[in-house]
């Protein structure tokens, strides 16, 4: 009787080391699914600096419509602003496809920007809106998502579009773009649109 009470004691310690064991192993992996969430967020970092680019003129808010045969339209509400020489500084694009519920923010940037810092954008004094860099040209780098609703809606009502990007000497570099027209180009019907045959 005695042996069977130390087998059963025995039993009884080998089933609670395994519990432990378990319970240590689920530990490790939920800590092990939380490292790439934190491995994987942007590292935060001070700009050195920080300048308002004053050499850039806005044209107007311009919306242009394309319409390739059988497809569906395509419009596009932008704004540019150039350099005193007259080349291209930035541009902004709110693109909407007819029949999508979800519009795209595309920003044209110079080269030389700290990609690894999205653009951000901010209506007056609103929460920044930060889209990521997808690619660069030559003598362009482009940024693009997909446009949150409220911040479209934030764009038709506020007074200033402040974009936000940050350089390769880590200053940050700010410009404004009026949208005191923008609702009204926005809703209103296109410029022009632009027909497009497509040869089979």
Not at 33 to 52: S, Y
Not at 123 to 152: E, H, M, R, S
Not at 168 to 175: A, E, K, R
Not at 191 to 198: E, G, H, L, P, S
């Amino acid at each position: 009787m005695a042996y069977r009470g130390r087998m059963s004691l025995w039993c009884n310690y080998r089933t609670l080391l395994a519990c432990l064991l378990l319970v240590a192993f689920a530990s490790a992996a939920a800590s092990q699914d939380t490292t790439p969430d934190q491995t994987q967020a942007r590292p935060e970092f001070a700009p050195r600096g920080q300048r308002e680019a004053k050499d850039i003129t806005y044209g107007e808010w311009r919306k242009l419509c394309f319409a390739p045969g059988g497809a569906k339209t395509v419009c596009r509400t932008s704004i540019t602003g150039s350099f005193p020489t007259g080349q291209m500084a930035v541009r902004v694009d709110l693109i909407e496809r007819e029949g999508d519920p979800a519009a795209r923010l595309q920003l044209f940037v110079p080269v030389g920007m700290f990609l690894q810092h999205p653009v951000e954008l901010t209506v007056d004094q609103g929460t920044a809106l930060q889209v990521p860099y997808t690619w660069c040209v030559t003598n362009v780098c482009i940024a693009a998502d997909v446009a949150d609703p409220k911040f479209i809606a934030d764009m038709e009502s506020g007074k200033m579009l402040v974009l936000e990007v940050v350089d390769s000497n880590l200053l940050s570099l700010t410009t404004s773009m009026p949208l005191a027209q923008f609702a009204t180009v926005h809703r209103g019907a296109p410029a022009r649109t632009v027909q497009q045959d497509i040869d089979e």
